[in-house]
């Protein structure tokens, strides 16, 4: 499957942004996905994922009740909606693909990366 992220761009404290993840292939929905995101300097981590259904989903702590990822089977879609947005969210957001059941929170358990977008959130 591949991906294409889209999305990112120059904001305020305070606003919110909408990524969006394209993929190819007719077995869009038998993949988890997950967002990642990398800072400066920093390693890839973990923001959200979502089950192959879309039933269910898991955050990490640090954008838990500001961030909601959601996915379009039908159109081969994923979202990220990043609300209240902080400095610290200052990041490249990657969409990731992963097979298997349950969503996976390390970057090695995914198997296809899209190309990243890039966020940044003014102060």
């Known amino acids: 499957v591949q991906l294409q992220a889209s999305g990112g761009g120059l904001v305020q404290t305070g606003d919110s942004l909408r990524l969006s993840c394209a993929a190819s292939?007719?077995?869009?929905?038998?993949?988890?996905m997950g967002w990642f995101r990398q800072a400066p300097g920093k390693e890839r981590a973990f923001v959200a994922g979502?089950?192959?259904?879309?039933?269910?989903?898991y955050y990490a702590d640090s954008v838990k009740g500001r961030f909601t990822i959601s996915r379009d089977n039908a159109k081969n879609m994923v979202y990220l909606q990043m609300n209240s947005l902080k400095p610290e969210d200052t990041a490249v957001y990657y969409c990731?693909?992963?097979?298997?059941?349950?969503?996976?929170?390390?970057?090695?358990?995914?198997?296809?990366w899209g190309q990243g977008t890039l966020v940044t959130v003014s102060s």
């Open positions: 990731a693909a992963r097979r298997g059941l349950r969503i996976g929170l390390s970057v090695y358990e995914y198997d296809y």
């Open positions: 292939g007719r077995t869009f929905s038998t993949y988890v």
């Open positions: 979502i089950s192959r259904s879309g039933d269910s989903t």
